[in-house]
């Protein structure tokens, strides 16, 4: 966006407070925050901006909202560990501490609550669907939910707990399936292999698919549902 003068124009912050770090392994960070009383809510589906603030100067990145929307304004966002400087703010970060963020934003599609819904996730392109779960199971779809989530390890599940919680609470209309590249617990957290090879077993004309993932991921996904003849209309992504 462009001011009067022709300069961009920074995109107003608003603030956070920062009530949860949680390490997942050595890829992933929960945040979870709180927002103030004069932010915008959010949407299932919807993303934001972070701005990052350490010695060398402020930073953004973008990331998807991982939870519904709640009365308490908190909201969870999953942080890959892709980016040393990240780390170094993650690891100076303290609860109370606050964080900037921008009104969020995107329309990823919302399936209709007595719609049949298989949402396809791998590795952090879960948050988004994990918000659209929550929000669906909520608002009281009365049609089954599948999400079919892969991860490299099943030791790095980012939102596993909340998800089987998810599925013990709603058992009739949400089923959590993961997967993993490697095995390295010695509990049945996830099933070895991909979801997209699971994928076929889950395919009719009646439900909607949502994609979330790694552009490779993503591109498997969707060639399986092609070659399974799935109406276009019915496949909807969320790229990142």
């Known amino acids: 966006m462009l001011s009067k003068d022709g ?15 949680l390490a997942i392994g050595s890829r992933y960070v929960i945040l979870t925050v709180r927002a103030s009383a004069s932010a915008p809510p959010h949407r299932a589906g919807q993303f934001t901006q972070l701005e990052f603030e350490d010695s060398l100067g402020r930073f953004r990145k973008f990331y998807s909202i991982a939870s519904a929307p709640r009365v308490d304004r908190r909201f969870d966002l999953c ?9 170094q703010w993650i690891f100076e ?28 996730a791998g590795g952090s392109g879960v ?8 929000d669906r199971l909520s608002a009281a779809a009365s049609a089954p939910c599948d999400l079919l989530f892969g991860c490299q390890s099943d030791l790095e599940i980012p939102f ?27 509990r049945e957290r996830a099933r070895l292999g991909r979801p997209i ?7 009719g004309p009646e439900k909607v698919y949502l994609l979330c993932g790694p552009p490779a991921f993503m591109n498997a996904a969707q060639k399986v549902l092609q070659d399974a003849g799935i109406d276009p209309s019915r496949i909807h992504q969320d790229r990142f």
């Open 93 to 120: 970060q303290r609860l109370g501490d606050t964080v900037g963020f921008t009104t969020p934003s995107g329309r990823f599609f919302i399936p209709p609550l007595d719609q049949p819904t298989v949402l396809v």
């Open 79 to 87: 942080l890959l560990l892709d980016d040393p400087r990240l780390k």
């Open 197 to 203: 090879d699971e994928l076929p077993k889950f395919l």
């Open 7 to 21: 300069l961009l124009k920074t995109e107003e912050l608003h603030l956070a407070t920062i009530e949860g770090l």
């Open 160 to 186: 596993y707990a909340e998800l089987l919680a998810l599925e013990a609470r709603f058992p009739s209309r949400a089923k959590i399936h993961f997967f993993a590249d490697e095995l390295k617990s010695d």
């Open 127 to 134: 948050t988004p669907l994990r918000a659209m779960l929550e």
